[in-house]
């Protein structure tokens, strides 16, 4: 499956921002969809998942509350919705999938990642 992620962009803090995940050429609603962000000088850090069907969801703990992850597996789409941007919360954020049994915050677990999207929370 190839995956694009879209959606970026500068937000205020305070503000919201959806970020779009779109998959092509697979069956999507077998795989599990993670977000993941890396801010410059950083490590890779788990943002969410969200299993094949939708009915299991995980967040980081930095995000705990702010974030929705969903998905609409008619139109090949997982969508991030993040609330209550904070500047830390800058990052470029990548889309990844993979057929998971668990370790869904492991970015190791996934073979496919979309292209990344830069979300940038000014002060």
């Known amino acids: 499956v190839q995956l694009q992620a879209s959606g970026g962009g500068l937000v205020q803090a305070g503000g919201s921002l959806r970020l779009s995940c779109a998959a092509f050429g697979d069956t999507f609603s077998n795989y599990v969809v993670g977000w993941f962000r890396q801010a410059p000088g950083k490590e890779r850090e788990f943002v969410a998942s969200?299993?094949?069907?939708?009915?299991?969801?995980d967040y980081g703990d930095s995000v705990k509350g702010r974030f929705t992850i969903s998905r609409d597996n008619v139109k090949d789409m997982v969508y991030l919705q993040m609330n209550r941007l904070k500047p830390e919360d800058t990052a470029v954020y990548f889309c990844?999938?993979?057929?998971?049994?668990?370790?869904?915050?492991?970015?190791?677990?996934?073979?496919?990642w979309g292209q990344g999207t830069l979300v940038t929370v000014s002060s």
């Open positions: 969200i299993s094949g069907g939708g009915g299991s969801r």
């Open positions: 990844a999938a993979d057929h998971l049994g668990g370790g869904v915050s492991k970015s190791s677990q996934y073979s496919h």
